[in-house]
């Protein structure tokens, strides 16, 4: 496996998959200044790609690796934690990280190139589209959705049955009780969109 992205989010992701016995063979970072990277082979500036190469892009920024996603077509990997707990119905999309103690339950739909973080608690039913990051200790309730490349906040919960659109920020520690369109930026509780954000794809 690959890493894409020399950063503290990579750092997490190269530990899960160490716990799960998965050999990390290089790093690779588009700054040319980096020169090393904690104690994993740093491989400098990605050019190209060998068809054995297995990728997980390692940033944090779901613009980012939208970005990077639509340029690069090596095979995606998956890094899953052994701690989290993750219904057998769950399905999960290529190049999709999954922290530890996140919380996943019956029939749920998780995109590509998804960050789910620490202790994020998804719930039954929820579909979650493709470059989506849950942050730690947040937590969705049954029949969510949440829009391509969205952000949830540390913190925040989404009631039952909300739909989050495409590209929108949910502020940290927010309470989600209706829809959020897209590309609103929502804060407090109850949530208001408080700006729309403007995204250069």
Same mark, same amino acid.
């Given at each position: =496996? @690959? !890493? @894409? ?5 990579? *750092? #997490?992701?190269?530990?899960? !998959? ?8 290089? &790093? +690779?970072?588009?700054?040319?200044? %980096?020169?090393? +990277?904690?104690? !994993?082979? +740093?491989?400098?500036? $990605? ?23 639509? *340029? ?17 119905? &769950? ?7 999954? =922290? ?7 029939? &749920? ?6 960050? $789910? ?13 493709? +470059? ?11 029949? #969510? ?6 952000? %949830? ?9 909300? *739909? ?18 897209? @590309?609103?930026? #929502? ?7 408080? *700006? @729309?954000?403007? &995204?250069?794809?």
């Amino acid at each position: =496996m @690959y !890493l @894409y992205g020399a950063s503290g989010h990579a *750092k #997490v992701i190269a530990e899960t !998959l160490h716990e799960n016995g998965i050999e990390i063979e290089g &790093v +690779f970072d588009d700054n040319i200044s %980096i020169e090393s +990277f904690v104690d !994993l082979p +740093f491989c400098g500036v $990605l050019d190209r790609i060998q068809d054995h190469q297995e990728f997980i892009i390692s940033i944090g920024s779901n613009i980012c690796r939208k970005k990077i996603a639509r *340029k690069l077509f090596p095979r995606w990997g998956k890094a899953i934690s052994k701690y989290a707990n993750i219904s057998a119905s &769950v399905h999960i999309g290529e190049g999709t990280v999954i =922290m530890k103690g996140v919380s996943i339950n019956v029939d &749920v739909t998780v995109g590509r190139h998804v960050i $789910l973080n620490t202790n994020c608690s998804i719930d039954h039913d929820c579909i979650i589209s493709d +470059f989506v990051h849950v942050s730690p200790n947040a937590a969705l309730a049954g029949n #969510v959705f949440v829009g391509e490349g969205s952000h %949830i906040g540390t913190g925040a919960c989404v009631i039952p049955g909300v *739909k989050i659109g495409k590209w929108a920020i949910i502020g940290a520690g927010s309470v989600i009780i209706k829809d959020i369109p897209d @590309y609103a930026v #929502v804060v407090g509780n109850p949530g208001k969109v408080i *700006k @729309y954000n403007i &995204v250069e794809l």
